[in-house]
């Protein structure tokens, strides 16, 4: 799949949750660069999260790394109702359908503040990341 065949799907998704589309696109250029297999092992968000869940191994694992275009948490899927295999958010439609769940979700509780639910989404390890996402919404406007 072309990037531009994932911008395609990243703004349709962005549409169903009403989410601004150059900010969705911002946010997966930020977290995985369009890679859809990207995925990276979180292990201090396994830590403070996941370990006191007392999982088998293998869930612990999944739910501690961050899946796909949006390098979306396998545990903040299950928090949201996500019952497939964690590694199919890897999948474009399953992970921008749950990233955006998960996105909106982040704004929402944040009054719809970008700054503080970009941060809320990121989970505050990089105090700079909402003013770096942001400022690669330009190249996405439509």
Not at 20 to 32: F, T
Not at 93 to 122: Q, S, Y
């Amino acid at each position: 799949m072309t990037i531009d065949e994932l911008k395609d799907k990243a703004r349709y998704y962005a549409r169903l949750h009403d989410l601004d589309g150059s900010l969705v696109c911002a946010v997966i250029e930020q977290e995985s660069n369009w890679a859809t297999w990207s995925i990276r092992f979180e292990p201090d968000f396994e830590t403070r999260y996941v370990v006191k869940l007392h999982l088998g191994p293998t869930e612990c694992t999944a739910r501690s790394i961050s899946w796909g275009l949006m390098q979306l948490m396998g545990e903040c899927a299950r928090e949201m109702g996500f019952e497939g295999k964690l590694a199919s958010l890897c999948d474009p439609d399953i992970g921008l359908e749950w990233g955006c769940r998960h996105l909106k979700a982040k704004l929402d509780a944040h009054g719809g503040d970008v700054t503080a639910g970009l941060l809320a989404w990121n989970g505050g390890g990089n105090p700079d990341y909402a003013a770096e996402a942001m400022a690669r919404m330009d190249k996405y406007s439509a």
